[in-house]
């Protein structure tokens, strides 16, 4: 993520593509609330290493998670698909936290927080919107398909081209 003082050079936003007909699947599901954890512990890292501006940091660099394929009959709906994927960063952070904890007892060593999402107590449930009240950092999910149904190529993506435009 550029630290470039060049407008034209810095990262404006992130966009993070799901398949949504994929997504009913345990493993597909795993696979993709572990990427989409990685990145959004990235951004947390970033915004809590400016200090003071930490939720504007984390402001600056929203991220939607595109639901794509909504023009398909398996495709999960935009709020399953935030369950969804909230619930398994939720099993993620848990599974983390309990091998950061027990890696700290064996070598006597402080608890790395800055490896957790959002908040470090995981008893409280993992959310989008936790996280953009703990750091700012904005997550939104917004439905669409790249292809519609009558096969027009891009014919389903002005949802998406809004929120890019927003961020622009």
């Known amino acids: 993520m550029s630290t470039s003082k060049d407008v034209k050079s810095k990262l404006r936003g992130i966009l ?3 398949d949504t007909a994929a997504l009913v699947e345990a493993e597909t599901l ?3 609330a572990s990427y989409l954890y990685d990145v959004l512990l990235a951004l947390q890292n970033r915004a809590l290493k400016k200090g003071k501006n930490s939720a504007k940091a984390a402001s600056e660099i929203p991220v939607l998670v595109v639901a794509n394929k ?3 009959f398996t495709a999960l709906p935009p ?3 935030r369950e969804k994927l909230e619930a398994e960063i939720d099993r993620i952070r848990k599974s983390k936290s309990k ?3 027990d890696a ?3 070598a006597g060593i402080d608890e790395g927080e800055d490896d957790i999402l959002g908040s470090t107590d995981t008893r409280i449930k993992f959310t989008f919107r936790g996280l953009e009240d703990e ?3 904005t997550v939104d ?4 398909a790249v292809k519609s149904d009558e096969g027009n190529l891009g014919a389903g993506v002005r949802k998406w081209e809004e929120w890019i435009g927003q961020c622009l």
């Open 141 to 144: 999910i917004v439905g669409g």
């Open 104 to 106: 700290s007892a064996d």
């Open 79 to 81: 709020g399953s698909v």
């Open 135 to 137: 750091i700012g950092l």
């Open 70 to 72: 909504q023009d398909l």
């Open 30 to 32: 795993r696979d993709t």
């Open 99 to 101: 091998g950061l904890m």
């Open 16 to 18: 993070f593509m799901v």
